[in-house]
T-cell receptor
């Protein structure tokens, strides 16, 4: 069975500092994708970044990078130079190819950026 | 408007009533999904569909029914609503059979079962 674990219910970070949000996953699929989504207080779900299981380099998208450690089954999100607008809920997700390409999510981490 | 739309945005119902949440997408995406979001649980997959007339159970399917007679529509029905089904429901879609396909989400339906 596939599973996503986010062990940090809440995190605080000082504005302009970097922060790492943890995500570990479990799957028996050889091919899978890992995603991070942001949910601000408005409730919308915003795609941030994607990492494929066969990608050798860590994904980056602007201030977001994904620290992918395949052997440890971890896919941590790193946000550099935090901004007040980064305060939101962050979800790690995985899409495998067993059982119909469904996407499952972790419980989320709420990030608070302090001025 | 193009995209993925959910209706209603808010719904209050009583225990035992049937309620249907609607989801419509204009992209002709193959895959559609229903999630519920609850504090401490993140988003949990209820049902998903790979194409019209193909549906499958997710992580928490009990008490829910789906159908997909047309590619663009994926309604979710609570046959006899219970208080534990009070939640925010998100519909999502993705284009293809691939592990690199991100999800496109609707705005969500906030359902309260009294």
């Amino acid at each position: 069975a596939q599973k996503i674990t986010q062990t940090q219910p809440g995190m605080f970070v000082q504005e302009k500092e970097a922060v790492t949000l943890d995500c570990t996953y479990d799957t028996s699929d050889q091919s899978y994708g890992l995603f991070w989504y942001k949910q601000p207080s408005s409730g919308e779900m915003i795609f941030l970044i994607y990492q494929g299981s066969y990608d050798e380099q860590n994904a980056t998208e602007g201030r977001y990078s994904l620290n992918f450690q395949k052997a440890r089954k971890s896919a941590n999100l790193v946000i550099s130079a935090s901004q007040l607008g980064d305060s939101a809920m962050y979800f790690c997700a995985m899409r495998g190819n067993t059982g119909g390409f469904k996407t499952i999510f972790g419980a989320g981490t709420r990030l608070f950026v302090k001025a | 408007d193009a995209g993925i739309t959910q209706s209603p945005r808010y719904k209050i119902t009583e225990t035992g009533r049937q309620v249907t949440l609607m989801c419509h997408q204009t992209w002709s995406h193959s895959y559609m999904f229903w999630y519920r979001q609850d504090l401490g649980h993140g988003l949990r997959l209820i049902y998903y569909s790979a194409a019209a007339d193909i549906t499958d159970k997710g992580e928490v399917p009990d008490g829910y029914v789906v159908s997909r007679s047309k590619t663009e529509n994926f309604p979710l029905t609570l046959e006899s609503a219970t208080r534990s089904q009070t939640s925010v429901y998100f519909c999502a879609s993705s284009a293809r059979d691939s592990t690199n396909e991100k999800l496109f989400f609707g705005s969500g339906t906030q359902l309260s079962v009294l």
